[in-house]
């Protein structure tokens, strides 16, 4: 075991580095209709993860909502964009 490993073989490092990624990130979550299925999960966690700044993508079909994690404040025209090209329609904020 390295000395910066804790008891539980994990990195001392990695909390830190998290808790800075969380402070510097920001979660916006938008209402998205049209999406039926694992499908539309996939084309739109595609398109809108390729977005300049977009950390992550979660996709909840049922609840017909998509959250979307950046890198400061979101581009809302962009992820509005990207939704349309994927197919569907972004509706706003949530």
């Given at each position: 075991m390295g000395s910066c490993c804790t008891p539980d073989n994990s990195c001392s490092t990695t909390p830190e580095t998290?808790?800075?990624?969380?402070?510097?990130?920001?979660?916006?979550?938008?209402?998205?209709?049209?999406?039926?299925?694992?499908?539309?999960?996939?084309?739109?966690?595609?398109?809108?993860?390729t977005l300049a700044g977009v950390l992550s993508v979660d996709v909840d079909v049922a609840g017909g909502l998509v959250t979307v994690t950046t890198g400061g404040e979101p581009d809302d025209a962009a992820i509005t964009?990207?939704?349309?090209?994927?197919?569907?329609?972004?509706?706003?904020?949530?």
């Open positions: 998290a808790a800075v990624a969380v402070a510097e990130s920001t979660v916006t979550v938008y209402a998205v209709s049209g999406m039926t299925c694992g499908h539309c999960r996939t084309a739109i966690t595609q398109s809108v993860g964009a990207a939704v349309d090209d994927a197919g569907y329609e972004l509706t706003g904020r949530a």
